[in-house]
């Protein structure tokens, strides 16, 4: 693929008030050219209605349906990025048309990492459906949700782009990337080329609050009140036995998993040197746990201007701290530019997460794709985030073919054995639909295999679908994978596809359901 322009959006979970907006000139692999970059202010009313919204969405907290200040605000966050994009563009010399797709991160109102037992969850409000009608340009949005329902941690998505820019820097050796916005996030690359990613801890997003808590302002500006103040090492060392920092990656972080709570009846002096160490300790923790530690970063993100963070990072992390302009990079623009990036690599259908950036099981596409050159004005989504709208179609197909042929009476059945103790040896699961049994999964423990019961568990099957009125039965395997045993169960081939998975054809059985069965 010919690098395209492509618009990258961010704005970050320590709500500043404004849009970064990068334009990134891209094959989604390699970086051909830096474009514009602005910060565009939200609208006050924006800015007030995402901090409400941030409020609410800890309330809530993934539980019960979404507060529907949610709407409210996805539509006006999609609007006012739109309109910064435009802008952005458009003072660059370009004009819609010479860009190949808009990157929209969306706005993080909560995000869960994944825990034994249990997925993660994370939600960012953007509508990129609207965004491409105003625009009239492809969208990719979304990038997370589909690396979440794979059991991924759904961040940090940045490794892949900060490999990049380690590439246009030659790869120096000791060298890794970090990234300091609400929390803070690490890059290294092996000589190999292998990525290793991951949250670090808190950088900005603890001390902001702290500063707003105590009526300083929006954030420690240049890092003065940190400058002035003593870290207090106590609580300093105290709060570094945090478990979160000796577990291995990958790992991830919000916002709020951070608090300043800790340092409460610090001066405001004092607190935010604290906190700020704190930030800068736990980068040290994260450096500790990779395969070598990197002797120096290159450090990007709204924290790279605080002369404070930059100091301890070579203090309380052991490293030195380089700014990313000292390599040709934009530290606000990374995140933003990233986004431009991994906009392409999803119109390319190329991996946006790994294994051990988020810990998703196989590289991962992501992003929802929305087509907006359309001449009737419909828009057309492709999403890799599973079961995306399953319902709606579901529903409407139903309601199709119920006209022609009737009700689907679809029911599921699976029908499972256990041994003496209670384990799970056996299983077949499928559904019953109109008139047929479709045997989905059929499964049997090693070391109980060679025993009849795979028929054992067919036979079940198909009893309990001729008790729901059904005439037969279809399944389907690999050409080496239990075909013998259907067989033998009485089922004919009826279709094939060859090479289907490294080597092996698909097969398509199915049979006759006799009332002889039954008993």
């Known amino acids: 693929m010919e690098p395209i322009w492509a618009v990258g959006l961010m704005t970050g979970t320590v709500l500043d008030g404004y849009i970064d ?74 004009t819609m048309a010479d860009i190949g797709v ?37 969208v990719a949005y979304d990038f997370r949700s589909a690396d979440v329902a794979a059991g991924g941690q759904g961040a ?4 892949i782009y900060h490999k990049a820019l380690l590439a246009t820097a030659g790869y120096p050796e000791g060298t890794a990337v970090l990234n300091l916005g609400g929390v803070a996030n690490a890059t290294w690359v092996s000589a190999e080329g292998e990525i290793a990613a991951f949250d670090t801890g808190p950088a900005n997003a603890p001390i902001n609050d702290f500063v707003k808590s105590m009526g300083a302002g929006e954030m420690d500006r240049d890092g003065a009140f940190a ?44 607190g935010a040197a604290t906190l700020t160490a704190f930030s800068a300790a736990a980068v040290g923790a994260g450096l500790d746990i990779l395969p070598s530690r990197p002797t120096r970063l290159v450090v990007c993100g709204g924290g790279r201007w605080n002369p404070a963070m930059m100091k301890m990072l070579t203090t309380y992390a052991g490293v030195e701290a380089v700014a990313a302009e000292e390599y040709g990079w934009r530290s606000d623009a990374v995140e933003a530019e990233c986004f431009a990036l991994l906009a392409v690599r999803s119109l390319r259908g190329l991996p946006i997460s790994f294994p051990t950036s988020t810990g998703v099981r196989a590289p991962l596409c992501g992003g929802r794709i929305v087509r907006a050159n359309s001449a009737d004005g419909r828009t057309l989504t492709i999403t890799d985030v599973p079961l995306d709208h399953d319902q709606a179609i579901y529903g409407e197909l139903s309601a199709f073919n119920t006209a022609f042929v009737g009700e689907p009476n679809r029911v599921e059945l699976q029908v499972t054995l256990h041994d003496a103790d209670g384990n799970l040896v056996a299983g077949a699961f499928g559904f019953t639909i109109w008139n047929y049994l479709y045997i989905q999964w059929l499964w049997v423990a090693e070391g109980h295999r060679r025993q009849g019961l795979a028929n054992r568990l067919i036979a079940e099957a198909e009893n309990r679908a001729l008790e729901r009125g059904c005439s037969g039965a279809w399944i389907d395997t690999f050409s080496e994978a239990g075909l013998g ?16 998975a490294a080597g092996q054809a698909r097969i398509f059985l199915r049979k006759q359901l006799e009332t002889t069965n039954k008993g």
């Open 227 to 270: 400058l002035a103040g003593t870290v207090d090492m106590d609580l300093l060392t105290k709060r570094l036995t945090m478990p979160y920092f000796t577990q291995s990656y990958p790992k991830s972080l919000d916002r709020f998993d951070f608090g300043f709570d800790w340092v409460e009846g610090l001066s405001l002096e004092d």
């Open 102 to 138: 808009v990157g929209f991160h969306g706005q993080t109102v909560l995000h869960r990492a994944p825990v034994p037992g249990r997925i993660g969850a994370t939600r960012q409000l953007g509508d990129g459906r609207l965004m491409a009608r105003i625009l009239d340009t492809d």
């Open 485 to 500: 045993a259907y067989l033998k169960a009485g089922y004919e081939v009826f279709g094939e596809l060859p090479n289907f």
């Open 21 to 94: 907006v990068a334009l990134l000139k891209t094959d989604g692999e390699t970086i051909t050219e830096f474009g514009a970059y602005e910060l565009v202010p939200y609208p006050d009313e924006t800015n007030r209605l995402l901090e409400k919204t941030l409020s609410e969405a800890r309330v809530w907290n993934f539980d019960g349906p979404e507060p529907e200040i949610f709407a409210e605000a996805e539509t006006a966050i999609s609007i006012a990025q739109a309109n910064a994009v435009r802008s952005v563009v458009e003072a660059a010399g370009l």
């Open 156 to 159: 940090p998505l940045s490794a």
